[in-house]
């Protein structure tokens, strides 16, 4: 069989279809299906549907976290179609063909603040996924990589020595996303960024992606419910729905004369906004 031409996509799906499995049960649960799509290099995609839309599935396949037949039922399955990044296929790829793929990836769960280690500091924290892929790394370089993101995510160095219990909800989070990008990641994926973060603070948090994206060059993205989220980081939006891309395009476009019910939905809480974010 011919390889597949190569796109020059960041990210490039296909007929996409991503499934869980139900335990011990033979039954599968379709979280994605016939999704496609480009990210091109340099570009900031957000990606916005309802609970339950397949939104969260579709960016742990992107990130790298796709695992055919594992019995973790928690992990998604690509089980139809292609979904390609940084030109490598995901579908039924290697052990070191991932890793050599998620080291150029960087990946802010949902959970990303309450992931963080309890029992170590901050710099230790960011630090951490360096030492994941290289334990002899020189301990001076890895430092001063740390230090610079935390200043970059508008953070005091005073907070490198303490705990992730001692931080503000804002302040965690911006932690989680230093560490994601600890590795210069040629693409982020950033899963409800400002998830859990006080309402006060969650402009604050969320323009540093936009402007650690364009001081850093990265791909970007972005994934949320929340629509302030995709006016104040990217121009284009994929829509969810279900499991499928029911639009992709800017808002503005999504949101003029719409037909589905879900971008009615969208149009009508842009129409209540008294402003954008950024």
Avoid at 69 to 77: E, I, V
Avoid at 194 to 215: A, F, S, T, W, Y
Avoid at 241 to 254: A, R
């Amino acid at each position: 069989m011919s390889a597949k031409p190569s796109t020059g996509a960041v990210v490039s799906a296909r007929d996409l279809s991503i499934e869980y499995s139900a335990g011990a049960s033979p039954t599968r649960f379709l979280a994605v299906r016939g999704v496609s799509f480009d990210l091109a290099a340099g570009e900031v995609l957000g990606v916005i549907g309802e609970s339950g839309s397949g939104k969260s599935t579709l960016a742990m396949a992107i990130a790298g976290l796709a695992e055919p037949g594992s019995a973790d039922d928690r992990l998604p399955a690509i089980t139809g179609g292609s979904l390609r990044v940084f030109d490598t296929e995901l579908r039924r790829i290697g052990h070191r063909a991932r890793s050599r793929v998620t080291l150029r990836v960087g990946y802010l769960p949902q959970d990303g603040a309450q992931r963080l280690n309890s029992r170590m500091t901050v710099a230790e924290n960011v630090g951490e996924p360096i030492y994941l892929r290289d334990r002899r790394f020189d301990t001076d370089l890895a430092g001063q990589a740390v230090a610079t993101l935390i200043d970059a995510v508008h953070l005091p160095l005073s907070i490198l020595g303490l705990m992730p219990y001692e931080l503000s909800s804002g302040q965690r989070q911006r932690v989680a996303l230093a560490r994601a990008l600890i590795l210069e990641p040629a693409l982020l994926v950033a899963d409800e960024p400002i998830r859990g973060v006080d309402i006060m603070v969650r402009h604050d948090v969320l323009n540093v992606i936009p402007e650690l994206q364009l001081d850093r060059g990265f791909s970007a993205i972005v994934v949320s419910s929340d629509l302030a989220v995709m006016t104040g980081v990217t121009e284009r939006i994929a829509v969810l729905h279900e499991g499928i891309i029911i639009g992709l395009d800017t808002l503005d476009n999504l949101t003029t004369n719409p037909e589905h019910p879900y971008l009615k939905a969208l149009a009508r809480a842009i129409s209540d906004q008294p402003g954008r974010v950024g």
